[in-house]
């Protein structure tokens, strides 16, 4: 009687890599080619292909998205996986694919939170300080603008286009006095007051003052006279008459 011996799949499946390492080509003359050299030429020829250089990058940027909106806390719906078999896959690598990919999906699908859209937080309104402090940066802002504006425009207004070919011999002369300013007298120019008071033009023009301050003028006048005209009878009297 023989003994039946039991082999796990994964035992056999070694077995036969093993058998189909070490087994000889049929035929010498064409020998097949090894798996690891067959995937390098297929990757050379897809760098090669600008279609499969577009679908890479498609599929790149589907997967950003999707890490984005996991960042942001997004919960995206499950993706309900497309079976198609791959060019170099075998049927029970297909298989175990989509079985693999079906589990995922039902685990997805169970242990999914529940969504309760209208219990989100409504996106806050910009309070009024806010607003006010805005506005406020604003007018500042533009105020800034009109300041530079206008000190351009004066630098502009002051600035001197000296033509070419012209000379200056002498410094200018300030012929206008300024509103604020005191007037200097240059040296070798300065007037006498003597020839300031004798000259024709030089008429005092006589202050405005006020009436309350001519009458006080006027009853000073008044008293300064009694009190002169009081002394010289007191000057006149004879001396036996005191």
Same mark, same amino acid.
């Given at each position: ?19 189909? +390492? ?21 990757? *050379?020829? $897809? @760098? ?13 940027? +589907? ?34 694919? @989509? ?35 805005? *506005? *406020? ?9 009109? $300041? ?5 425009? $004066? ?6 286009? +000296? ?29 006498? @007051? ?22 006080? +003028?006027? $009853? ?16 006149? *009297? ?5």
């Amino acid at each position: 009687m023989l003994d039946l011996v039991r082999f796990s799949p994964g035992a056999l499946l070694l077995s036969k890599e093993k058998k189909k +390492v070490n087994c000889k080509p049929k035929n010498q003359d064409e020998q097949e080619i090894p798996f690891r050299l067959r995937e390098i030429m297929r990757s *050379r020829q $897809e @760098m090669k292909n600008p279609v499969s250089n577009k679908k890479r990058k498609k599929e790149a940027q +589907v997967a950003f998205r999707k890490t984005e909106e996991e960042a942001r806390g997004v919960d995206a719906d499950i993706a309900v996986p497309k079976f198609r078999q791959r060019k170099w896959e075998s049927d029970k690598a297909y298989i175990q694919r @989509m079985e693999q990919e079906a589990q995922h999906v039902l685990f997805l699908s169970k242990n999914q939170a529940d969504r309760q859209p209208e219990a989100q937080a409504a996106p806050k309104k910009k309070s009024e300080g806010k607003k006010a402090f805005q *506005r *406020r940066r604003l007018d500042k802002a533009r105020q800034r603008k009109e $300041e530079k504006a206008a000190d351009r425009l $004066e630098q502009e207004l002051l600035q001197d286009t +000296v033509k070419f070919g012209e000379v200056a011999l002498q410094p200018p002369e300030l012929t206008a006095k300024p509103k604020t300013g005191v007037s200097r007298s240059q040296p070798g120019k300065k007037s006498l @007051m003597l020839g300031v008071l004798l000259s024709p033009g030089s008429v005092s023009q006589p202050l405005a003052t006020s009436l309350a301050r001519q009458r006080i +003028v006027a $009853e000073e006048r008044a008293r300064v006279v009694q009190a002169y005209r009081a002394l010289k009878k007191l000057q006149q *009297r004879p001396l036996g008459a005191q």
